[in-house]
């Protein structure tokens, strides 16, 4: 018999868009593990970051790689996972997703006035909004080659996750061939 493939999913986007929340509603609804991707940041990046200096990919490559190792446990233990993680570059998310094959994306985005204003009622998280515009400018949307899904962070985290949830029990789409 074959193994079961348990769900891996990282909730992406900018800064302040609710990955954490939506994160462990979505993994207490497909009773999965929760990782908080910030705590895997090196104290060199989170200083960065506290200080008002947006991350470099050379910054931020450490940090992917052990998420991607993460994923990689999770996979190897058939253990359904579930990962905050920005994941701003497509680049980013192939260095996951060579971890696990099947990562799904849930991708959190809204509108910068609602992000401002979430950024600015979390006081004491080490990003800060000023960074907004850096994250902004980093973002690459998921593209068609990724199994992910878009979500509007205005409507309630626990709409977000069930939404999610309902996605992921779809069946996955096989991989297209290209001509």
């Given amino acids: ?19 954490s929340t939506v994160g462990k509603l979505l993994a207490r609804q497909l009773q999965a593990e929760f ?8 104290p060199r990046n989170i200083e960065r970051m506290a200080s008002g200096i ?13 998420i991607a190792q993460q994923l990689a ?12 993680c920005s994941a701003l570059k497509h680049g980013y998310r192939d260095m996951l997703r060579a971890a696990a094959s099947q990562l799904a994306f849930v991708h959190l985005h809204g509108s910068r006035e ?10 004491g998280h080490f990003m800060p909004g000023s960074l907004l ?4 400018q980093t973002l690459e949307p998921p593209r068609t080659d990724e199994r992910a899904i878009t979500l509007d962070l ?7 996750a069930v939404r999610a949830a309902a996605w992921l029990a779809l069946p996955v ?3 297209t061939r290209k001509k």
């Fill in 154 to 160: 205005a409507l309630p985290p626990s709409e977000l």
């Fill in 133 to 136: 515009d850096s994250q902004l």
């Fill in 114 to 123: 609602l992000l401002e204003a979430r950024l600015a009622a979390r006081p």
């Fill in 54 to 66: 947006a991350l470099t990919d050379n910054d931020r490559r450490d940090w992917l790689l052990e």
């Fill in 73 to 84: 446990d999770a996979r190897a233990g058939h253990h359904a996972l579930v990962v905050s």
């Fill in 1 to 19: 018999m074959a193994p079961t493939v348990s769900v891996l999913v990282v909730v992406m986007g900018v800064s302040g868009c609710g990955k």
């Fill in 35 to 42: 990782l908080e991707g910030d705590n895997l940041h090196p």
């Fill in 173 to 175: 789409p096989a991989p």
